[in-house]
């Protein structure tokens, strides 16, 4: 008897630890994109964050975005001589057999180039494109409650991912899926083995703005977030966050 009144003591004790961090991260509504896509939301201390890629083929005022095609424009995925706001879906086709069924086109968002993302009219009215010091601001909330050094890891999701690149835990439910990115050529690439999202932070390198790079936001092989300075002609998923 003095066993089980010991174990039920710590089963108590961990069950209300775990209370006392889910008071501060519960799914507590939706939002709706100008497509009428609708999407989970999370609070997750002082953030609420989409629970789902961005997936909207129209801007916020309900103007569409050009969905990229190669055979129709080529490698003009960014030109500055052709300047286009492109739209185009990840890459679903599973050629690592990674799923059981095969996947909606939309599974993991749409990838967005720079003339899209910096249109300042992606996300639903009231959100936002998040900043790197979003990103940040959310590390250090997990790292504070229990995730130290595993932040990416409890983004990611705990499925879908090659071996190469692991399975997250998915802790705290964000749902991050390796949705890959767009090259510089137009070509969605490397779907289950990374998760790429655009951040608000571009630092261009000449005065017409035609050069210079982006933050994205990488889960991959580490276990914790990688933040990279990547050429902005690079396509990438968006994650929302609220104003």
Known sequence: MKKFLILLVVVVSILSCSKDFDDNLSVYGTVTD???????T?????????????????????QPITLYSFATHGINWLNFNQPNA???WAETSDLNDVYPDDLPQDYYGA????????SGKLA??????P???DFQELENYLSQNGYANNEGLTLKTDF??????????????FRGLPNGYVSAFGTPTFAEGVCTWATSDVTYTNPNET?????MIQLFDTPTIQYIDNPIQIGAGIRCIKN
């Open 124 to 129: 639903p009215l009231g959100w936002r494109i």
């Open 160 to 173: 879908g991912w090659l071996p190469s690149s692991g399975n997250g835990t998915d802790a705290v439910n």
């Open 111 to 118: 990838m967005y180039n720079h003339l899209a993302i910096e």
């Open 34 to 40: 100008a497509d009428g896509n609708t999407y989970q």
């Open 86 to 88: 492109f739209y185009q």
């Open 42 to 62: 999370i609070k997750i201390g002082n953030q609420t964050w989409m629970l789902e890629n961005l997936k909207t083929t129209k801007y916020n005022d309900g």
């Open 211 to 215: 050069s210079g790079t982006r933050v």
């Open 131 to 133: 900043s790197q010091s």
